[in-house]
């Protein structure tokens, strides 16, 4: 963690709330499962990886703090409830959800299954979530990405599905915000796993040549923003779209 995001704060959050978090394993979900964690949330963490999910928890365990782990494919329907069954038997409801597990824009997928995956997964879980008897003062928060929303990118799928994610953040927003706030955090070039070696190439230079901040984006920069939205600091905010990307945007 860096000076910039090393804090004591607890942005208002209940101690003892619980965070649910996909894509837990790695990057900003793993950045997210750990910040919340130190800020006094019960953290229930999800991914696809058990090896790397065992890891976070050993070291959230560690710091004296409290999770359960689901390994599961949020995209898939029976994997989503029994991960909801099992949250409901150990912590109970989850007040905050950051949906934020997604597949890498550089794998080659079949249109409509990437939007499946990508989109479908969001609602599932938003759905399943929603229906598990939601505490007042609930919160959602969807990472999508600066493509498709203000970016194109080379994939198209990837650009399609970040955008129809914000879609579905806006619906929700306007739709059911009598039972959870619902808002969207935009990475822009996050320096995580799946971005590895991009800083480095052609096309990695000329973005960070544009990004006003001069740096790529930390997963602790990601985490930060999405803790503020989840939490009784954002308490007003309902449906933004927050780029965080350092100013690359505004200069496109
Ligand atoms: N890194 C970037 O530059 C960047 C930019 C914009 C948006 N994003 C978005 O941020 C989110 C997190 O990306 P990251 O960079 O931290 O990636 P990452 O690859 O470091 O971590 C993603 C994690 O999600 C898990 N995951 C993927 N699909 C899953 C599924 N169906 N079910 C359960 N777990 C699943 C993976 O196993 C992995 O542990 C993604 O939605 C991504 O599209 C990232």
Same mark, same amino acid.
């Given at each position: 963690?860096?000076? @910039?995001?090393?804090? =004591?704060?607890? +942005?208002?959050?209940?101690?003892?709330?619980?965070?649910? $978090?996909?894509?837990?394993?790695?990057?900003?979900? =793993?950045? %997210?499962?750990?910040?919340?964690?130190?800020?006094?949330?019960?953290? #229930?963490?999800?991914?696809?990886?058990?090896?790397?999910?065992? @890891?976070?928890?050993?070291?959230?365990?560690? !710091?004296?703090?409290?999770?359960?782990?689901?390994?599961?494919?949020?995209?898939?329907?029976? !994997?989503?409830?029994?991960?909801?069954?099992?949250? &409901?038997? @150990?912590? /109970?409801?989850?007040?905050?959800?950051?949906?934020?597990?997604?597949?890498?824009?550089?794998?080659?997928?079949?249109?409509?299954? &990437?939007?499946?995956? #990508?989109?479908?997964?969001?609602? =599932?879980?938003?759905?399943?979530?929603?229906?598990?008897?939601?505490?007042?003062?609930?919160?959602? $928060? &969807?990472?999508? #990405?600066?493509? /498709?929303?203000?970016?194109?990118?080379?994939?198209?799928?990837?650009?399609?599905?970040? !955008?129809?994610?914000?879609?579905?953040?806006?619906?929700?927003?306007?739709?059911?915000?009598?039972?959870?706030?619902?808002?969207?955090?935009?990475?822009?070039? @996050?320096?995580?796993?799946?971005?590895?070696?991009? !800083?480095?190439?052609?096309?990695?230079?000329?973005?960070? /040549? =544009?990004?006003?901040?001069?740096?790529?984006? #930390?997963?602790?920069?990601?985490?930060? &923003?999405?803790? +503020?939205?989840?939490?009784?600091?954002?308490?007003?905010?309902?449906?933004?779209?927050?780029? %965080?990307?350092?100013?690359?945007?505004?200069?496109?």
């Amino acid at each position: 963690m860096d000076r @910039t995001t090393q804090s =004591r704060a607890d +942005f208002g959050f209940e101690h003892g709330d619980t965070l649910l $978090v996909t894509g837990a394993a790695s990057g900003i979900g =793993r950045a %997210v499962a750990l910040h919340a964690a130190r800020m006094g949330l019960r953290v #229930s963490a999800w991914d696809l990886q058990a090896e790397p999910l065992a @890891t976070l928890a050993a070291e959230i365990e560690g !710091a004296g703090g409290e999770v359960m782990t689901v390994v599961g494919d949020v995209s898939d329907e029976t !994997a989503v409830r029994d991960g909801f069954a099992a949250l &409901a038997e @150990t912590f /109970g409801a989850a007040r905050y959800l950051a949906n934020n597990a997604g597949p890498p824009s550089s794998i080659p997928l079949e249109f409509d299954e &990437a939007v499946r995956i #990508s989109v479908g997964s969001v609602r =599932r879980m938003t759905e399943t979530w929603a229906a598990s008897g939601l505490p007042a003062g609930a919160a959602m $928060v &969807a990472t999508t #990405s600066v493509a /498709g929303n203000l970016v194109g990118t080379e994939s198209d799928w990837y650009s399609a599905a970040k !955008a129809a994610v914000m879609g579905y953040v806006r619906h929700l927003a306007a739709h059911r915000a009598g039972e959870f706030r619902s808002n969207a955090v935009a990475p822009g070039m @996050t320096d995580t796993p799946r971005l590895a070696g991009f !800083a480095s190439s052609e096309n990695g230079q000329q973005i960070l /040549g =544009r990004i006003p901040l001069g740096r790529m984006g #930390s997963p602790d920069d990601m985490a930060m &923003a999405i803790l +503020f939205l989840l939490s009784p600091l954002g308490a007003y905010v309902n449906g933004v779209f927050l780029p %965080v990307d350092g100013g690359w945007t505004i200069t496109q």
